[in-house]
């Protein structure tokens, strides 16, 4: 697990502290369940994969699909 350090106001530290106190668990797991749940509401916070980043581009050119099968596509290339 990495280790994150943050600086945040007392008061938001006591309300911290006082959650974890009540429901017998540590600061740090408030704050990562806290970070999990605005995460999930926010999901342009949270970037997929190349794949699924670029999956609106998927059909939208024309011609072959892998230009390296044919030598043609090739010609001239690099010059």
Do not use: C
């Not at 530290?13 to 970070?35: G, K, T, Y």
């Not at 999990?36 to 970037?47: F, I, N």
Request: charge should be negative; avoid cysteine.
């Amino acid at each position: 697990m990495k280790i994150l350090t943050i600086k945040i106001p007392e008061e938001l530290d006591a309300q911290i502290r006082a959650l974890a106190s009540a429901r017998e668990i540590s600061a740090s797991e408030v704050v990562r369940e806290a970070a999990e749940q605005y995460l999930a509401s926010h999901p342009e916070a949270v970037p997929g994969s190349f794949l699924e980043l670029t999956r609106d581009l998927f059909d939208v050119f024309e011609g072959p699909a892998d230009l390296s099968v044919n030598k043609a596509h090739k010609k001239d290339y690099g010059k």
